[in-house]
């Protein structure tokens, strides 16, 4: 090596320690059925209609926050209307600027995604290549330094990130299920060693959903769900469990060996069954003391009285809305559609933070 390049490799190993050693402002933990941060209930105090907020994780799907196409017949559909070219930087600088306002509404948490989700938001097919993931589970670089960028910040604002690590639209494109395994290993490990403690883990997006790799089907996702738990840095461990399609109650094994409970709420459209999913889940024989939190309903109706997620706030479910552009609706709509515009200016948007606001009395 010449001596040359010393200094400039040196700086660059500062660079990366220092980025890891400042993590861990923010921790969240469990007690029973609510969730701490930094050892206190969320939302101190807070009730709403008489039913009571604190200990809940309000919370909203934004899984494209670092969301690249590294398919080159695709990646033109996702270009900015102002230069002509989709930006994966650019999108996640966007995203952490826009976090504070949501935290201000009463916004404590977010899901994101290693493989993101579908930038249609519903898709038969998924030709584009978004994962932080190489087809043999070795991380990528790129993407990984975007997700570092996204938790970093949200830890220095008190909020958490619940981090999916594999999607159904991306994970044919590992070669073996070994690949799976050994992409858990790296995403935990990875996690560990940063040394954040305001993330919860989403194994897979909806475990039953069109998933090529029986490892990440709900017969053997809870291998998985143990692989990560069971990881450890010194005495700390990750917290993590998985999600299931819309309205589908988990199994009683999965719920047993998770930290929390997600639910999703797409499909349902009858608000009282959202509080008969909160029921069903706490009545399965798996269950014990534990958060219950949809991190996924595609519902609104925010002005009427009753809707998702009055009701999951009823059932005092955490509730996570899922916001995606319809075909032929402008930039500013849709929070899963790249290019996406990660500000609070669309009426649908404003209609949800409106009400997260009113429910959570908002954050500084």
Not at 346 to 356: D, H, M, N, P, V
Request: aromatic letters at 10%; a neutral charge.
């Amino acid at each position: 090596m010449s001596q040359a390049k010393q200094p400039s490799i040196i700086i660059c190993a500062l660079s990366t320690l220092l980025a890891f050693s400042n993590a861990g402002e923010t921790r969240v933990s469990i007690s029973g059925e609510d969730f701490l941060i930094n050892g206190a209930k969320t939302y101190p105090g807070q009730s709403w209609k008489g039913h009571r907020i604190e200990g809940l994780l309000m919370n909203s799907r934004m899984v494209q926050a670092t969301f690249d196409d590294l398919n080159p017949e695709t990646v033109k559909r996702w270009a900015y209307p102002d230069t002509g070219k989709w930006d994966a930087n650019r999108n996640t600088r966007e995203f952490i600027a826009a976090m504070p306002e949501w935290k201000a509404h009463g916004l404590l948490a977010f899901t994101i995604n290693l493989q993101g989700g579908s930038p249609e938001g519903y898709s038969k097919n998924q030709p584009w290549e978004n994962s932080a993931f190489s087809p043999d589970g070795t991380l990528r670089t790129a993407f990984m330094d975007r997700t570092r960028q996204v938790l970093d910040a949200a830890d220095k604002l008190g909020m958490v990130v619940i981090l999916g690590y594999f999607y159904f639209g991306q994970d044919q494109r590992f070669t073996t299920e070994a690949a799976i395994v050994k992409a858990t290993d790296n995403a935990t490990q990875w996690l560990l060693d940063g040394g954040w403690t305001n993330v919860l883990v989403e194994v897979n997006n909806e475990t039953n959903v069109k998933y090529d790799h029986e490892i990440l089907k709900p017969g053997r996702i809870v291998e998985l769900i143990r692989r990560v738990r069971s990881a450890k840095k010194g005495e700390r461990r990750l917290m993590a469990g998985t999600s299931y399609g819309g309205g589908r109650i988990p199994d009683a094994e999965v719920v047993a060996e998770s930290d929390f409970v997600l639910l999703h709420g797409n499909g349902v459209t009858d608000p009282s069954k959202i509080t008969r999913m909160v029921a069903e889940t706490r009545a399965l024989s798996g269950y014990t003391p534990k958060p219950i939190l949809f991190n996924e309903d595609d519902h609104e109706g925010f002005e009427r009285e009753t809707n998702n997620l009055t009701s999951s706030v009823a059932a005092h479910a955490s509730w996570g809305w899922f916001d995606f552009r319809r075909k032929g609706e402008p930039q500013n709509e849709g929070y899963q559609s790249p290019p996406v515009d990660w500000g609070i200016g669309s009426t649908r948007k404003k209609a949800f933070f409106g009400k997260l606001r009113e429910i959570t009395g908002g954050l500084r």
